[in-house]
């Protein structure tokens, strides 16, 4: 619960900044670790924030600087369905913010890419809790992507073999 406490405080003085500097309230989507800490999915020690980047514009530095390490991935090379938003969960604690993270089911299959021993212990944590009907849906929508960087839906291909060998999907 340490960390949980750690991330959110990074949060909010996220929020603080954004409010002194009377930047316009703007949405985030975390994914990763500090999303299923702040999920309350799982507890693996993380302290960076992963999240996708929604064209924010430079300004918006002076207030991202406050989460310390992060990283902003671009939509187009992170394996996420087009449909993740609908699927969110805002996080009602920070009110000056819409801080959201992804489901359970849209960050196991952003986990598939990778597949390196974290985001398997990952997986087998959230699988407990997944909608195994919800993860195909969202592997046929990442399939569809037309976005895509062909590299990244390469090795999600190729990844995607032993994820379903391993989860029995």
């Keep these: 619960m340490q960390i949980k406490k750690e991330l959110e405080e990074r949060i909010y003085e996220m929020e603080k900044v954004a409010e002194l500097f009377s930047v316009e309230p703007f949405d ?34 002076k207030v991202f ?64 809790r997944a909608d195994i009907k919800l993860i195909y849906e969202i592997i046929d929508e990442v399939m569809d992507r037309k976005d895509l960087f062909d590299s990244k839906r390469k090795r999600f291909i190729e990844n995607l073999k032993l994820f379903r060998e391993r989860y029995n999907v």
């Design 28 to 61: 985030m989507y975390l994914l990763g670790g500090s999303a299923c800490i702040l999920g309350e999915y799982s507890y693996r020690a993380t302290r960076d924030f992963d999240f996708i980047d929604l064209n924010y514009c430079a300004t918006l530095s």
């Design 65 to 128: 600087v406050h989460l310390r390490d992060f990283d902003m991935l671009e939509y187009e090379s992170t394996l996420i369905s087009p449909k993740y938003k609908e699927r969110a969960i805002k996080l009602e604690q920070f009110q000056y913010l819409n801080i959201n993270v992804l489901s359970i089911e849209d960050i196991i299959v952003s986990k598939i890419i990778r597949l390196q021993e974290k985001d398997l212990q990952d997986i087998d944590i959230l699988m407990r």
